[in-house]
């Protein structure tokens, strides 16, 4: 491979770039994961993660990426043929659907066009007609990072509550955690799933399950097969800052300090940084003149942005282009949206400059590649940060 | 916590210590693990593991740490209620045959006394009466990391054979790939289990399964639910060096340079070392007076040994006390050895003055807890390793 | 401190950002300076360190910043009292005359304006002037670092020789070496002053004094008294990659990477990169409608652009605004020019993004100080990137 | 190279064994040497420097290794023609004298047999006969690192006092600072010269001058020809935290964090350390039937022992199998030892099971190349340190 001049912009929606100090302590000794100092590690960071999930209850620690925590929040909650309502926000709502499949759920799904969140409305309506409480759980994504829309969690947790439904409530909380606000106790959410390799600002590795009095009730009499990803086991020896079996030491070194840049700049100062990135983001997008894939523009992601490009231009050949010219990741369409859309990930470990190199890149590329758009779109973007740099 | 000046002396039988140029690695920046240069890494990584194995069959790297690999090794090739002959060597078999009940299969485990390898002439007699070939695998550990046994896998081999018997033979390798010489095809192993965090000198967070084509077959009829363990999925992504589901780049950036220093050393001369540093240890205990664990000398480990300690004292104090004194880390026992042994890692990245600075450490720490021995252990330890050292 | 987040852009003129596995070559384990791994080292970085000089001759390398092989430039080759002639092409040239006049030389200055190179041509007629020889040394600065202004060495090196002087030619290439082209042997030069912390992307703390035959036979007589500095020792013992006292180890491990990257990219390619973020650069500027301080376009740097603010403004201010807002830091002006022009450091290891990360921080400051300029500078930086991309 | 599997030990004396939080912060990215973060680091490192002196007054940091901070100690404080008394402890004596005498300083040197410290008698009784004040500056070397052999400061101090001589003490502390006890103020020394690469931890590249109020009244008058190395412009800069000339940033940012490690220990507790490891190590060298070069046990040093083979084997050919044999670097005899003698470093980050190993790869290189000696010796190490463990 060949040598490339300046720091990568790793700006796909996640695994995002990790700070120095984060992959500095991740490169520090393995510890006994049996001895004084890893309890202290662990003590440190199951009480440090809660308050990233602003919840006073259990959140399981896997030493695996993001995907088992999904597979963790069914086989602990669900039996063999119990019902789950998903709703298809996109493509990882899709996967996660396709992966209650697989494990022996009924999955039943509401559509979607991939072009908002998902609808707390539809899922009222489906509850209450689901009388006999056929339905076990609801499962939505809070931020589809195929697509760059949210999914408003209170109001879905209000449309459980005004069916009068006993449905647990799941959340994917994997591309907005540490980036986008997110309320696991207030909201009244049963099992969160987050994944270390995005707002946490971690390499992928480390997945959470973020859990509810409730959840745990009923992962007593839940009878999927499981072992692995078993909560009991999990929580019990927890409380010693110990895990069942072998822990990923090194990533929760890095973990422990992740959180604390976290605190040093505050959770609502990342979560403004964040929305300010974005916003600037779309001045950007909507002054070349193309659309953003979410169509609903309450239903933003200050995570990341995904961009339809004009019929008969490929994002795909964007991507490349600008990777090669400006050594600049961005993110693929996925799904239906394969090469149609490209993903813009701002979020993580991100600043104005970083955020006006990544602009910059991509409509160097849409030169390169003669893709039609109105120019200048950056000094959009340049217009709104600085304009609203008082507030920051 | 209090600076403790030297560097630490991680000598558990796992998690190892990390090589500099592999912590170095596993520190670089995470890639997009859609991108070209994550496929040259992917490539890289997907081949070498196998080197490691010795097999040209696919090995499914997981971003998980081992205890996974065992659910996977089981959920990929069994149905529920199928029927698995396990070998109760010590606690890890003991673990995984737990793992397989819990997971819904029958578990027949034939007895040890937790003092050797797994006797392959009792899976022959076994499998012999299992004439409608209720039996669908035998499952056994190559290195019991809880005694220091090992397993002759290709005795157990031949006893199926010998049988006429059809059932899968899995092998969990954990402790001992990369340090004891394993050979996944010569040896007709269906699947392997392995992890990232002994021989291979890595933090742990990576485990593999390296199959054989009669594994992947019965994989495709295997009925217990599975998907993020799933090996179809991965395989077929894996051709062209990527993943289903986000993999642990960073330390996938670690198990590249990992490989290659193993094959810089020359496994074999990895393996001698080893050899040599476990009979110094061994040469060192004899002398003190103690029992080994292992009483089968043709099945000590070269991973690691388990030391007896007399009646009356205790194992767990003696660690403790080295650890405060030494800053040296030793493994406990575990499950009915618990107190009563402690285990000497020798494996990974080792050499002879980390082995006399290990057992000079354990000289120091009898003498403070009076536990009665002979002394002079270490110069037998040395004696042996000045002893053979043109041969090295 | 507070947590600044996004990776910080250090675009002083040098030190300069450096590369993650120079970083990571510096912090392995120092070793034994008088072993036979560090003659390996020794030999590779000396070897090394003159294909960037361009030289066949000896490079002695010093563990010291780059003021002391100012330093040593002067104390290995003259003798109390010799006269060098000097030009004042800006506060780094004042700054090594006001040393030599420390050192007990007599100084003679050809005033500047600090607005471009040194001009050969009263090089020549002053030297032409010393019919006695009473000049010993001419020493011009390549590339002035607090003015971004660029000096001819070999039209310099053209006018000692038309002048037919005896004169050794000394040239700091601080802030060239790495970034823009430097010809030793071709250009005639005598004793080169290098640093490591500008284009050779490492931190600071080695210098190095790249020679002549002739600079050598001038050390033999100077008198000036010299031990740390000394050529002779150097040059003995480095014939077998050692160091006559302790060297900087791990900034040669670094050394080591650096010029492999260097070599890798291909130093035409990265001078060409050099030029071209240089040439962006002062698009934007002009755009604005500030005056670059360096007045001859001839003689523009590529390694960093000094900006003259419109009077009533401070550069300071804007800096510390850029600072604090997009945590990316800028040159202060020096000497006469403090207050008055900051620069931009846009050499090491550096792209197109970051090109136009930088330049949008500033535009972003200028608005935020209240700056009159005329917005949308950043685009015609990037007009020119993507217009000559097709060259690179 | 061929990777050589395990730690290496480096056991010369000095550099010495760098901690990895010290290494993983010199890695850290190089700032802005102007700018407010570097403010706080630069008050930091002098701040704390002093406290690792013990010393009220300034301390200079050099961005070059220690032999630059001799050259300082000398032309900051003499002029050309001074006479300075030198006493011969060594090889480190020797060249620092030599140095003396480049400069053009007159140099009276006290012979001595390089087997213990300063004679501070000898001193007494010649600066009593130098009735005119002749000398300027009376030079020793606190721990001579060729010989192992400690001067007593405080009695050379009472020396200069008894002989009621004007005559500045300027003290090599290179290798005891951060490993035997010095005290620059109650001992009255009005220049040290230290090094960063021995007990302070950390790679070399940084030296320092500790100053005494009478030591910079001195250099208002002293005429050396100085630059590079003047103190007046580095403590008036040094005020606000900053350097005259670019300072070696990273190794400072390793240098607030090696300070922060000795303090976090105590620094008693570090100088009981390394009394126990050296003391450790003179039983074993004892019990083998080896003469240590330093023939006064009240002048042992705590940072290393030298070591005589007996006639007719050769020290280098020792070295060189250890360090193939066992990946373990000793430090050569040097001047008039050379091959006569080996060197043992046992300071800095060292702990008792890494003086085990050091000293039981010695045993086996003994035996390896068949040097007569007594076996066990490392057994009496043993018995000494664990004896001893009660108290520590």
């Not at 056929?134 to 949210?150: C, M, W």
């Not at 339809?308 to 490929?314: Q, T």
């Amino acid at each position: 491979m060949t040598y490339q001049p300046g720091r990568h912009f790793l700006q796909i929606p996640g695994p995002t770039n990790v700070p120095l100090p984060v992959l500095s302590a991740i490169a520090m000794p393995t510890i006994d994961h049996r001895g004084p100092e890893f309890s202290r590690l662990g003590m440190a960071v199951l009480s440090g993660i809660r308050t990233i999930f602003k919840t006073e209850h259990p959140v399981v620690i896997y030493p695996a990426s993001g995907t088992g925590a999904w597979e963790a929040a069914l086989v602990n909650t669900l039996s063999p043929g119990d019902k789950v309502l998903m709703y298809e926000t996109g493509w990882f709502a899709t996967l996660w659907s396709r992966m209650a499949k697989r494990l022996g759920i009924e999955v039943e799904v509401i559509a979607g066009d991939w072009r908002g969140g998902a609808d707390a409305d539809a899922i009222r309506e489906r509850l209450k007609e689901d009388k006999q409480g056929a339905i076990k759980a609801v499962a939505v994504v809070h931020n589809e990072t195929s697509t760059g829309a949210v999914t408003n969690v209170a109001a879905v947790r209000r449309a459980i509550n005004d069916a009068n439904h006993d449905a647990l409530l799941l959340v994917d909380t994997i591309s907005s955690l540490g980036s986008i606000d997110y309320r696991h106790d207030e909201w009244g959410v049963d099992v969160a799933v987050g994944g270390s390799q995005k707002g946490l600002m971690l390499p992928p590795g480390l997945s959470f399950n973020a859990l509810s009095p409730k959840a745990i009730a009923a992962s007593r009499t839940a009878r999927l097969p499981r072992a692995f990803w078993d909560w009991e086991e999990m929580i019990t020896i927890n409380a010693k800052g110990f895990f069942p079996y072998t822990p990923s030491t090194n990533l929760l070194q890095g973990l422990r300090v992740a959180i604390g840049l976290l605190h040093e700049e505050g959770l609502e100062n990342v979560f403004t940084r964040h929305d300010r990135a974005a916003e600037a983001t779309r001045r950007c997008i909507e002054h070349w003149g193309f659309e953003i894939q979410c169509s609903n523009s309450a239903e933003y992601s200050s995570s990341l942005t995904a961009v339809r490009l004009p019929e008969g231009h490929s994002a795909d050949a964007l991507r490349a282009e600008i990777l090669s010219r400006s050594n600049l990741s961005l993110g693929n369409g996925l799904g239906q949206l394969a090469d149609k859309v490209f993903r813009i990930g701002h979020l993580g470990d991100f600043s104005a400059p970083a955020v006006m190199g990544t602009l910059s890149a991509i409509e160097m590329g849409l030169r390169a590649c003669g893709v039609p758009h109105r120019s200048g779109g950056t000094n959009a973007a340049l217009g709104f940060l600085v304009g609203n740099a008082g507030a920051s």
